[in-house]
């Protein structure tokens, strides 16, 4: 069965600054990654994903995120936070075969706060 | 991408009743998935919902407390039978992208139950 870890439940960064939010995963065979997030109040946006091909993968509202097979990570980044950034973001994986393909595992969130 | 909406978007229930949550998106789709969100926590998969089948429930799940319709390719219900605190969560339907690999979804349905 397939698993994701976000190590973080909270990550403060200052307006301007890089931010990396973090995500590990654990599937058997090659993996599908997503990051997705949630404003209060609302429903799971799609970020970006990982599917095959370059491992710097880009996505909406500058948002990139690095998958590293070795490490089995899949850490968000952006170069320049925004207040507006500040939501719960998840990461979350399908496997690329076989039973339960379709199914999408979800880490446990984490909260972004940008401070002005 | 689908556009997905969800019915009612937020209610409040009392305790031994039941409500359903309507999925409706604007575009013929093959999977649709129910999740649910506890306070604070993480989403969790309730069933797949494909048309013209029984919906598959994860483990915890059953079809006595979460029924699921799936009558054509654009729509959904998910009822919450006989409802007790620990049901409040948001609910949130979902669809596969296709060929895109993303799942897409609604805005999500906020159920207190008192």
């Known amino acids: 069965a397939q698993s994701v870890a976000q190590p973080e439940d909270q990550v403060n960064v200052a307006e301007g600054n890089p931010l990396t939010v973090k995500c590990t995963y654990s599937?058997?065979?090659?993996?599908?990654l997503f990051w997705y997030v949630q404003y209060p109040n609302r429903g799971l946006q799609f970020l970006l994903k990982?599917?095959?091909?370059?491992?710097l993968v880009k996505g909406s509202y500058g948002f990139e995120a690095e998958f590293n097979k070795s490490q089995t990570s899949f850490h968000l980044k952006k170069p320049s936070a925004l207040v507006s950034d500040s939501a719960l973001y998840f990461c979350?994986?399908?496997?690329?075969?076989?039973?339960?393909?379709?199914?999408?595992?979800f880490g446990k969130g984490t909260k972004l706060s940008v401070i002005p | 991408s689908a556009v997905i909406s969800q019915k009612p978007s937020r209610d409040i229930c009392q305790r031994g009743t039941s409500l359903t949550i309507q999925c409706q998106v604007d575009?013929?789709?093959?999977?649709m998935f129910w999740y649910r969100q506890q306070p604070g926590q993480s989403l969790t998969l309730i069933a797949t919902?494909?048309?013209?089948?029984?919906?598959?429930?994860e483990s915890g799940f059953v079809i006595d407390k979460f029924p699921i319709s799936r009558p054509n390719l654009t729509f959904s219900t998910l009822t919450v039978s006989n409802m007790s605190p620990e049901d409040s969560s948001i609910y949130l339907c979902?669809?596969?992208?296709?060929?895109?690999?993303?799942?897409?979804f609604g805005p999500g349905t906020r159920l207190t139950v008192t």
């Open positions: 979902s669809v596969d992208g296709q060929d895109s690999y993303e799942q897409y």
């Open positions: 599937v058997s065979g090659n993996p599908y």
């Open positions: 990982y599917i095959t091909g370059d491992n």
């Open positions: 979350a994986v399908r496997p690329y075969s076989g039973a339960g393909s379709y199914q999408l595992t």
């Open positions: 575009s013929q789709v093959t999977m």
């Open positions: 919902a494909n048309q013209g089948s029984e919906a598959t429930y």
